[in-house]
């Protein structure tokens, strides 16, 4: 507690009618209420909480439920007068809705027999005039020792020049974080959690600290999340000291971060990569207009540069931090993937590479040629591993490691790009349209190994690799355009699931433009040789498909398509007569097949062929 507040609310206590009330201020969340509390036995203070509070009978009303006890005798003897006050629940009902008569007998009975305690001074909706009234109305009516509790920062601009008439004293609170930490900590249900949590009582408060975060309330929440990780955490992370440090100050620094609002999602995003790209934009064009952003905001706070390490990846730290999720099987996973816990006989060579800074030089050489060897036997497909593999290359030759320029090293990695995808063994894209963020920024929760002077070459391998995937699903276009045309003879309803946004996972080709592989004729002969019920199917696929402007987007390469697609219907309806004629045009109409975007010019047509 804060040593002077103690001693001055002891010397205030012994005040018969001092005539002035004290005003005790401080940061939001620093346990200004909790301090004063403390400071007074409970038996000698009646205590109300003005928040909400919308007029001076509701205030007066809550000092006489906390007198209540007292005025028992009172309320007594209005009951056998008339009852009134027991149809309205007593004192604790008194809130604008009791006669003057029962309102002023009642408070004839108000004695100064305690310190009055009122809180969330800030929090009330009276006006000020109305707050500080009532504060005078006890001080000078009844004779009470007031004591105030206030937000400092949301009264100075209000009555900071009046308070003075009121307030006879002053007391600014400090956060008391080690007695507060003892405090929360002895509430912890968990003793094993509780031990952990005290091992590293020093860390975590010199991190608090630094934070410069005020707020108790944030201190508890703190250690009731540490001791959620600790739940799910196996013994042989817990006996490791060096790696629970570094997860412990990672998990106290960020957690405080997001929730004093300095981060957001966002933000948790490519913590590896921070430092590098503001480096990387510091030394571009605008150098002057180059800010941090929040993340390398909040780092700044912290001496150890805690915050960029990678023994919790980005994906768990937002679900443990943003969602509150803690699974256990993932946290372990994702602390297992660490340098303090990897097995470099078990684990994938790039991920020892990538790990040098921390490992044995005859480890890492040992996982360099390893290394090596899968590229030189085009060992590797998968796409995220792939990036680390040619990364690590680029890494290599920037750092005199492989003999190699950088030029060089980019042509022997789209060489293997080009190997895998003529040899079939390249995996073809995602149907999903946001198929590359699976992959785009990290791998098995690691970040790319990218520099300034590296990361034009990175992003060419990158695009060459998608493109690379998208071609091999291209090639695969006849084998699926032939499954699709099967529908549109015998049930266009799946065919529009499969075509088409819906809330199923049957759309697999909405935004692939797969239709090209199909001859448009052979496509009009067997949707108009179909069911009349068909029809209507095949008609609303395309109507859908085609909307909002998807033509001119991710489905640019069907304007031809579906341009000839148009034709074709139109020399159906023209041989067709009567009401097979009108149906013909009614699809046309209807499907959108006629809309501008597509009547493209001949050239234009044989470009997005």
């Avoid at 509070?53 to 003897?77: N, W, Y």
């Avoid at 009234?133 to 009555?159: C, M, N, P, S, W």
């Avoid at 859908?544 to 489905?555: D, I, M, N, P």
Wanted: charge should be negative; include cysteine.
């Amino acid at each position: 507690m804060t040593a002077h507040l103690k001693e001055y609310l002891d010397y205030y206590n012994t005040l018969e009618t001092p005539g002035y009330a004290v005003l005790v201020t401080g940061a939001w969340g620093v346990g200004k209420t909790y301090q004063v509390l403390d400071s007074i036995p409970e038996d000698k203070i009646y205590y109300v909480s003005l928040f909400g509070l919308q007029t001076t009978e509701e205030v007066h009303a809550s000092v006489m439920a906390a007198m209540a006890p007292s005025l028992e005798k009172v309320r007594e003897s209005l009951v056998e007068l008339g009852g009134a006050v027991e149809k309205l629940g007593g004192p604790f009902a008194l809130g604008g809705v009791l006669s003057d008569l029962v309102g002023n007998a009642l408070r004839k009975e108000i004695k100064p027999d305690r310190t009055l305690v009122l809180d969330d001074l800030e929090r009330s909706r009276l006006n000020l005039s109305d707050r500080l009234g009532i504060v005078h109305t006890y001080l000078e009516q009844y004779k009470f020792r007031v004591i105030v509790i206030a937000h400092d920062e949301k009264l100075i601009d209000e009555f900071d020049s009046l308070k003075e008439k009121t307030f006879g004293q002053t007391i600014k609170v400090k956060p008391q974080i080690d007695e507060a930490f003892d405090s929360f900590l002895s509430k912890l249900g968990d003793s094993k959690s509780a031990d952990f949590i005290n091992e590293h009582r020093d860390l975590v408060l010199r991190v608090f600290r630094q934070s410069e975060a005020s707020s108790l309330r944030v201190l508890r929440h703190l250690i009731t999340d540490i001791a959620r990780l600790h739940s799910c955490m196996a013994e042989h992370h817990l006996a490791k000291p060096e790696a629970m440090t570094e997860l412990i100050e990672l998990f106290t620094a960020l957690n405080i971060e997001v929730r004093t609002g300095n981060l957001q999602a966002r933000d948790l995003q490519d913590r590896a990569h921070a430092s590098m790209l503001y480096e990387m934009k510091r030394h571009g064009i605008n150098k002057d207009e180059v800010e941090k952003d929040p993340f390398l905001v909040s780092s700044d706070k912290y001496s150890s540069g805690s915050l960029e390490s990678q023994i919790l990846s980005d994906s768990m730290l937002a679900a443990t931090l943003m969602h509150g999720h803690y699974d256990a099987d993932e946290i372990r996973a994702a602390i297992n993937n660490s340098p303090f816990f990897l097995k470099p006989d078990k684990a994938p060579p790039w991920k020892t590479v990538i790990q040098f800074d921390v490992l044995d030089d005859g480890i890492v050489e040992a996982a360099r040629e390893r290394l090596e060897q899968q590229f030189e036997g085009r060992e590797i497909s998968d796409s995220g591993e792939m990036l680390h593999l040619f990364s690590l290359r680029l890494m290599m030759s920037q750092n005199g490691i492989i003999e190699h320029s950088l030029e060089k090293v980019r042509d022997e990695c789209i060489e293997y790009i080009c190997e895998l995808l003529e040899n079939g063994r390249l995996p073809e894209r995602d149907v999903h349209w946001q198929w590359t963020d699976a992959f785009a920024r990290s791998h098995d929760g690691h970040g790319y190994w990218v520099t300034e002077q590296t990361q034009p070459y990175f992003e060419e391998l990158f695009n060459r690799l998608v493109r690379a995937r998208e071609t091999a699903l291209e090639r695969k276009f006849p084998e699926i355009a032939a499954d699709l045309l099967q529908l549109v003879s015998t049930d266009g309803a799946r065919f529009f699931d499969r075509v088409c946004h819906t809330r199923d996972d049957e759309n697999s080709y909405a935004s692939i433009p797969v239709l090209t592989a199909m001859e448009p004729r052979q496509f009009v002969e067997r949707w108009l040789e179909s069911s009349p019920a068909n029809w209507r199917s095949i008609t609303y696929a395309l109507a859908e498909r085609y909307t909002a402007g998807r033509l001119h987007q991710e489905l640019a390469k069907e304007r031809v398509w579906a341009s000839e697609v148009l034709e074709r219907l139109e020399e159906k309806r023209d041989e067709a007569e009567g009401f097979r004629a009108f149906r013909i045009e009614r699809v046309i109409e209807f499907s959108k097949l006629r809309q501008h975007d597509l009547y493209v010019g001949e050239g234009e047509g044989e470009s997005n062929g």
